[in-house]
């Protein structure tokens, strides 16, 4: 079983992978690496596995935000092969995000949390639950906790 110190370590390559730092992404995530995501869109979060699910997705949230600050409220907290953190994500909005209508420019905050199995010192499955309609709500693309949609 892995060390509670790796497993820190490996949270600590989590969280740079999600500032943008991809170099170790095949060396923590297993080929593998499934996640279980409720998506927007319906479509099923587990079809595609490994690196390729994840990066994307990362790079996508690098595209519409710059000055990306993530700090972990909450954890990491070790159970087993299990990691969970509760984060915050602070950013200023860049465009490109369908139906907002807040100008680049925009400040915007959101928290989530998640959920990482680790097996043989990589990350084999990966559960998140973000607020994200708080945050798409604060750029104007959704009706929301802070206020309506500005179409």
Same mark, same amino acid.
């Given at each position: 079983?892995?060390?509670?110190?790796?497993?820190?370590?490996?949270?600590?390559? +989590?969280?740079?992978? +999600? /500032?943008?730092?991809? #170099?170790?992404?095949?060396?923590?995530?297993?080929?593998?690496?499934?996640?279980?995501?409720?998506?927007?869109?319906?479509?099923? #979060?587990?079809? *595609?596995?490994?690196?390729?699910?994840?990066?994307? *997705?990362?790079?996508?949230?690098?595209?519409?935000?710059?000055?990306?600050?993530?700090?972990?409220?909450?954890?990491?907290?070790?159970?087993?092969?299990?990691?969970?953190?509760? +984060?915050?994500?602070?950013?200023?909005?860049?465009?490109?995000?369908?139906?907002?209508?807040?100008?680049?420019?925009?400040?915007?905050?959101? #928290?989530?949390?998640?959920?990482?199995?680790? /097996?043989?010192?990589?990350?084999?499955?990966? +559960?998140?639950?973000?607020?994200?309609?708080?945050?798409?709500?604060?750029?104007?693309?959704? #009706?929301?906790?802070?206020?309506?949609? /500005?179409?």
């Amino acid at each position: 079983m892995t060390t509670p110190a790796r497993m820190r370590e490996l949270h600590d390559r +989590w969280s740079a992978l +999600w /500032r943008g730092d991809f #170099s170790h992404a095949d060396d923590i995530l297993d080929p593998g690496f499934v996640v279980h995501q409720a998506r927007p869109d319906g479509s099923d #979060s587990s079809a *595609e596995t490994g690196p390729a699910r994840l990066l994307p *997705e990362i790079e996508q949230t690098m595209a519409a935000f710059r000055d990306i600050a993530i700090t972990v409220d909450v954890g990491p907290i070790i159970e087993g092969d299990l990691i969970a953190a509760r +984060w915050t994500m602070r950013a200023t909005y860049t465009g490109g995000i369908p139906h907002a209508t807040a100008p680049a420019g925009t400040e915007i905050g959101f #928290s989530g949390h998640d959920i990482l199995r680790v /097996r043989g010192d990589k990350f084999v499955e990966y +559960w998140t639950c973000t607020d994200i309609l708080d945050g798409l709500a604060q750029l104007g693309a959704v #009706s929301g906790p802070n206020g309506p949609a /500005r179409h």
